[in-house]
């Protein structure tokens, strides 16, 4: 059975790595290329975009794909929306492992934006030092606010930055309470905007950001296609196993 696992998440790695070890079911990982060292990944790789539903499709009809997997961050709509397209216009089976959103607790202090474009408005006038947990792509929209100190981290240095005030740290996560209260702390941080991934690997700053009492912009999650989902990777290979059991008996 051949898989085609869409990734770049740590559901999709805890996937990749759970899958490497199962004959019979030949998966290849493929990421995006957002990162220049990705993780290391014990299945075989490919990077990049497709070239859209239609060259996702082709793609997995090329290499004769069973399965399709998308394993991809919930705020990733685009390829999500291809995925569901190419799956649902040759027939192919699709899952999607999705983590279902935080949801607010007793002292959090968060406001939900529709748009990074807003958060940077609710910033205000007077300077701040906001800790942006964001992706490098999404910096832009604070380039109207430059007269804020930013915090940035990412897995790469995000290169040239649209706004002057900027200390940038590179680093991979998980990223635990403890270490996210000593950033916020040491850094001064009076307010955090983020999205509402979801799972335990980033919610370490959420936490952090609710005992130090600080306000959090939360970008709302995107809408995402209809797609049979499970929201953790020992469900998916659950799924998987029952799929490839029915494909064996089919002789397929
Ligand atoms: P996106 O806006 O949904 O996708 C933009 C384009 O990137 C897609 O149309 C596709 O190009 C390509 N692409 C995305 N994921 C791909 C994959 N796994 N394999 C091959 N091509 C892929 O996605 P994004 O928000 O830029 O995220 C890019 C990747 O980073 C995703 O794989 C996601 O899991 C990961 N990620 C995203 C976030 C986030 O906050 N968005 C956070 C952590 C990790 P073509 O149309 O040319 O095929």
């Given at each position: 059975m051949k898989v085609l696992l869409l990734g770049g998440t740590?559901?999709?790695?805890?996937?990749?790595?759970?899958?490497?070890?199962?004959?019979d079911i030949d998966t290849t990982l493929s990421l995006a290329g957002r990162t220049k060292n990705p993780a290391s990944s014990p299945l075989p790789t490919r990077v990049?975009?497709?070239?859209?539903?239609?060259?996702?499709?082709?793609?997995?009809?090329?290499?004769?794909?069973?399965?399709?997997?998308?394993?991809?961050?919930?705020?990733?709509?685009?390829?999500?929306?291809?995925?569901?397209?190419?799956?649902?216009e040759i027939g192919l089976p699709m899952l999607a492992v999705r983590r279902p959103p935080w949801e607010p607790k007793k002292g959090d202090r968060w406001q939900i934006v529709s748009e990074f474009g807003e958060a940077a408005d609710l910033l205000g006038a007077a300077p701040r030092r906001v800790f942006l947990a964001l992706g490098r792509l999404e910096l832009d929209a604070f380039a109207k606010a430059p007269q804020h100190d930013y915090l940035i981290r990412s897995v790469d240095h995000p290169g040239p930055l649209p706004m002057p005030n900027v200390t940038v740290i590179?680093?991979?996560?998980?990223?635990?309470?403890?270490?996210?209260?000593?950033?916020?702390?040491?850094?001064?941080?009076?307010?955090?905007?983020?999205?509402?991934?979801?799972?335990?690997a980033t919610y370490g700053k959420i936490e952090a950001a609710r005992k130090l009492g600080l306000p959090v912009l939360m970008l709302v999650r995107p809408s995402l296609p209809w797609a049979e989902?499970?929201?953790?990777?020992?469900?998916?290979?659950?799924?998987?196993?029952?799929?490839?059991?029915a494909l064996a008996r089919r002789g397929v």
């Amino acid at each position: 059975m051949k898989v085609l696992l869409l990734g770049g998440t740590t559901e999709a790695a805890a996937l990749a790595r759970a899958l490497a070890g199962v004959p019979d079911i030949d998966t290849t990982l493929s990421l995006a290329g957002r990162t220049k060292n990705p993780a290391s990944s014990p299945l075989p790789t490919r990077v990049g975009g497709f070239g859209g539903a239609a060259g996702l499709q082709a793609y997995l009809a090329e290499n004769a794909i069973d399965l399709l997997i998308d394993a991809t961050h919930p705020y990733a709509a685009q390829i999500a929306q291809n995925a569901a397209e190419a799956a649902a216009e040759i027939g192919l089976p699709m899952l999607a492992v999705r983590r279902p959103p935080w949801e607010p607790k007793k002292g959090d202090r968060w406001q939900i934006v529709s748009e990074f474009g807003e958060a940077a408005d609710l910033l205000g006038a007077a300077p701040r030092r906001v800790f942006l947990a964001l992706g490098r792509l999404e910096l832009d929209a604070f380039a109207k606010a430059p007269q804020h100190d930013y915090l940035i981290r990412s897995v790469d240095h995000p290169g040239p930055l649209p706004m002057p005030n900027v200390t940038v740290i590179t680093a991979r996560g998980p990223f635990d309470f403890a270490s996210e209260e000593a950033l916020l702390r040491k850094h001064g941080i009076e307010v955090l905007v983020c999205k509402n991934s979801g799972g335990n690997a980033t919610y370490g700053k959420i936490e952090a950001a609710r005992k130090l009492g600080l306000p959090v912009l939360m970008l709302v999650r995107p809408s995402l296609p209809w797609a049979e989902t499970v929201e953790t990777p020992e469900a998916a290979m659950a799924w998987l196993r029952t799929r490839h059991e029915a494909l064996a008996r089919r002789g397929v």
